[in-house]
């Protein structure tokens, strides 16, 4: 059955970075589209940013445009998000997804309907 195995969270400094890793199982990784999410304190759902499934093509929410990046290794079967510039509002549970395409189109990323499996979170704080 498809797996996503979250790791990396943890507590930052504001202005730190973190590298939050998904081990995905049970599906050909090479072949979707992958995302990150998170869910703040009494928050609904933000998507964060996502990846083709070739890795080619990568896109950003507004809020952390600049700051993280996200990346894909499809021989090991691993997503990436390398986290910099941490600030306290980032704090959250985040969540790797599943997309049900090779691609979504860029006005379609936060569409959760896009996405058909989701991690169980890893939680990162920013705070002094």
């Known amino acids: 059955q498809v797996q996503l195995v979250e790791s990396g969270g943890g507590l930052a400094q504001p202005g730190g970075s973190l590298r939050l890793s998904c081990a995905a199982s049970?599906?050909?990784?090479?072949?979707?589209?992958m995302a990150w999410a998170r869910q703040a304190p009494g928050q609904g759902f933000e998507w964060v940013s996502g990846?083709?499934?070739?890795?080619?093509?990568?896109y950003y929410a507004d809020s952390v445009k600049g700051r993280f990046n996200i990346s894909r290794d499809n021989a090991k079967n691993t997503l990436y998000l390398q986290m910099s510039n941490l600030k306290p509002e980032d704090t959250a549970l985040y969540y790797c997804?599943?997309?049900?395409?090779?691609?979504?189109?860029?006005?379609?990323?936060?569409?959760?309907?896009?996405?058909?499996?989701w991690g169980q979170g890893t939680l990162v704080t920013v705070s002094s």
């Open positions: 997804v599943k997309s049900k395409f090779h691609f979504i189109f860029r006005s379609k990323w936060a569409t959760w309907t896009e996405y058909d499996y």
């Open positions: 049970g599906f050909t990784f090479s072949t979707y589209a």
């Open positions: 990846i083709y499934s070739d890795g080619v093509n990568s």
